[in-house]
């Protein structure tokens, strides 16, 4: 019978991506509810130092899947490899980041083990030995709770910056598996040319703790640059509104609501923006929002936490100096 | 070169979103219906390397009579010819089930390259591209913001959207591939455009037409079931910062952040 929930982490460079610890310490939550284990996949080349960090946030065992062809992600061979292990072992549950590679490899997954996936869930429970996910559809102007039927395993992506972290647990000690897997070149058909990394070496939106998001008030590309020192001095990824991206003001990477990314970060510091609907269904699960914005009536007020009404052009670069204060 | 756009009609990003009152759908009536925004650059980029390198381009869609409409639009756009499988064997069919339907469709055509939206903006789910692919057995690059096709046509190089940059995909045709918005900037249908899609070609199958088996596709063969949904939990209502000047709003503001949130 399927046992145990495993979780898929996610490096790039070799270094763990924060979802991972995610992961792991949500599926120490489901598995200590159920009474079962907690086993981490972990693809990669000379990865395996790596096992002990996934230990601390509470996995019981780690299974490595060392080649150099698990160097850098692509969908053939990360499926293959997950693939056969889960037939191998029949985990009853598999957990993944809902994040870029995680969304694209849950879905080839499920399909060749002819089961479901829910996607970028935000909650997770267990019911009748079932998992239960909860999931924003229409970029969360609504949530849909789901579960499966006839799926073993059962497949789930987590959205990044939902769930908690455990707390590190030095002590911990891990059990380290080498993965017993084959890879034929032959499957091989996709090949990674180039990695482009972003200059600057910015949070994506998606990973991002804190946001500064700026809208059609912005009245222009060159006035994000106060938007740009705010973000540097806290730390903070600068995002956009659609109609600033159809403008041609912003790249379409920087765009937040229901056709670019869906956020979930501490803080959102909404500028300019008034708030249309498909933007509200982008950032709504924002922990903190603050929004900046001349028009009171801006239904941007509606979801903020914090309202200025006011200049931003007044209001942004005194905010900055203000917190440089206490920073 | 022959290309396939799986398209999909979702409601307008605009719409509001209401509850059905069993629980389990949402309210249809007074949807605007739109061709997903992600498949509209589907489209475009098809017609693009059409115009490159020849070929048709053809539009697939799975769901009931009113997704003609998104697929006449598509046909307005410059594509060739469409196909519609509407069948109430549907109903409630999930990603795994939809790309069975379309995997059933594509068996019986000639194609070298497959193209879908990164996801749907109604489910949200971002699987049916990929499930689609393993059903076929061909290499996927999904959430693509650029692409380029070798001179003799036979091998694909997708820029592919990661968290912090972007990964360069080379994969050999046929390939399915899935568009990210920024792809390219899709075309508006021109009014002979819309004339001239009249008269395409516009094939509407059922299920068993396609030798699909009801038990694998609609609610029976879903594997996974909607328990219920819901709306998104209210937020707390908020604090306006108030102040006679800009400065002394921003003041304000940065104490509320640092001592009462406590988040800078």
């Given at each position: ?189 996709t090949k990674v040319a ?134 | ?140 690059v ?15 190089k997708a820029?592919k ?6 990964f360069v995909i080379e994969a ?93």
């Amino acid at each position: 019978m399927a046992q145990g929930i495993w979780i898929v982490a996610e490096q790039r460079e070799g270094e763990l991506r924060k979802v991972s610890f995610e992961l792991v310490s949500e599926a120490r939550r489901l598995a200590d509810a159920m009474g079962q284990p907690v086993a981490a996949i972990l693809l990669g080349s000379n990865i395996k130092e790596k096992a002990a960090e996934l230990g601390k946030y509470g996995a019981d065992k780690v299974i490595v899947a060392d080649d150099d062809r698990l160097t850098t992600y692509t969908t053939d061979a990360y499926v293959s490899v997950i693939a056969q292990l889960a037939q191998a072992q029949e985990p009853a549950i598999i957990l993944l980041g809902a994040s870029v590679q995680g969304k694209d490899l849950s879905g080839r997954l499920a399909a060749r083990l002819g089961v479901g996936v829910a996607q970028d869930c935000v909650a997770l429970s267990i019911e009748d030995g079932n998992l239960v996910a909860k999931r924003p559809i229409y970029a969360g102007k609504a949530y849909a709770t789901v579960t499966y039927t006839d799926s073993v395993p059962q497949i789930a992506t987590a959205r990044p910056n939902v769930f908690e972290l455990n707390e590190p647990d030095e002590s911990r000690s891990v059990e380290v598996i080498d993965a017993e897997f084959s890879l034929d070149d032959s499957q091989l058909k996709t090949k990674v040319a180039e990695v482009i990394e972003e200059a600057g070496g910015k949070v994506d939106l998606t990973e991002a703790e804190r946001i500064v998001s700026g809208g059609r008030g912005m009245k222009g590309p060159e006035e994000f640059a106060i938007l740009e020192e705010l973000a540097d001095l806290i730390a903070a990824t600068v995002g956009a509104s659609r109609s600033v991206v159809d403008a041609g003001w912003r790249p379409h990477a920087d765009q937040v609501g229901q056709t670019g990314k869906v956020v979930s970060p501490n803080l959102y510091i909404a500028c300019g923006i008034s708030g249309a609907i498909q933007h509200l269904a982008g950032m709504s699960t924002s922990k903190l929002i603050v929004a900046i914005n001349k028009d009171p009536e801006a239904p941007i007020f509606q979801k903020a936490d914090y309202g200025v009404v006011g200049d931003l052009f007044e209001v942004v670069p005194a905010l900055t100096e203000a917190l440089k204060k206490v920073l | 070169m022959n290309i396939l756009v799986c398209l999909k009609q979702v409601p307008d990003t605009e719409s509001q979103i209401k509850i059905a009152p069993d629980g389990k759908a949402i309210v249809t009536d007074n949807i605007k219906w739109v061709m997903n925004p992600y498949d509209e650059c589907a489209v475009e980029e098809a017609l693009r390397i059409k115009e490159k390198f020849g070929g048709e381009v053809t539009i697939i869609g799975v769901g009931p009579k009113r997704v003609t409409e998104a697929i006449r639009t598509a046909l307005a756009m410059g594509a060739d010819k469409g196909i519609l499988v509407d069948d109430p064997a549907l109903t409630g069919t999930d990603s795994l089930g939809t790309a069975r339907v379309l995997a059933a469709v594509i068996k019986d055509l000639e194609y070298d390259m497959i193209l879908c939206g990164k996801q749907g903006v109604d489910d949200d789910s971002a699987v049916v591209g990929s499930n689609l692919a393993e059903l076929l057995g061909i290499p996927q690059v999904s959430v693509v913001v650029k692409l380029e096709i070798s001179e003799d046509g036979s091998v694909v190089k997708a820029h592919k959207e990661v968290e912090g940059g972007a990964f360069v995909i080379e994969a050999a045709l046929p390939a399915l591939i899935t568009a990210q918005k920024g792809l390219n900037e899709p075309r508006y249908a021109s009014l002979p455009g819309i004339m001239k899609a009249k008269k395409k070609p516009l094939d509407v199958k059922t299920i068993a037409d396609l030798g699909v088996d009801a038990g694998e596709v609609g609610e029976s063969g879903a594997k996974i079931k909607v328990i219920q949904i819901t709306p998104p939990e209210e937020r707390a209502a908020g604090k306006m910062v108030e102040g006679e000047t800009p400065q002394e709003k921003a003041d304000k503001l940065a104490s509320l952040l640092h001592e009462e949130a406590k988040i800078i």
